[in-house]
């Protein structure tokens, strides 16, 4: 079984920048894919973007430019850079990530989600 940690959330004012973390462990074969995604009050959850094991990412087109992902395969955890915050990113940003495990079946896990608030 996966688990995922989350860390790096707080409250920051517009303009400024944030570096969300999330670090997998337990029993990993391989990882497919790793993102973040957020729910706003309100809203349903969406996905902001992902990092496949060869490397490419994607995006929401809403934080194009602003946010980056990253990955660090040694320590199983995947990183979100969030510059130029806006109070339209506030919400709770959960981790995801893909693995495949025994079987060569392919599951999906979620971080406890970490709080992101942006003051105006």
């Known amino acids: 079984q996966v688990q995922l940690v989350e860390s790096g959330g707080g409250l920051v004012q517009a303009g400024g920048s944030l570096r969300l973390s999330c670090a997998a462990s337990?029993?990993?074969?391989?990882?497919?894919?790793m993102g973040w995604y957020r729910q706003a009050p309100g809203k349903q959850r969406e996905l902001v973007g992902a990092i496949s094991s060869g490397g490419s990412t994607n995006y929401a087109d809403s934080v194009k430019g602003r946010f980056t992902i990253s990955r660090d395969n040694a320590k199983n955890t995947v990183y979100l850079q969030i510059d130029s915050l806006k109070p339209e990113d506030t919400a709770v940003y959960y981790c995801?990530?893909?693995?495949?495990?025994?079987?060569?079946?392919?599951?999906?896990?979620w971080g406890q989600g970490t709080q992101v608030t942006v003051s105006s």
């Open positions: 995801n990530v893909v693995t495949t495990g025994k079987f060569g079946l392919m599951y999906n896990y």
């Open positions: 337990g029993s990993i074969f391989s990882i497919n894919s």
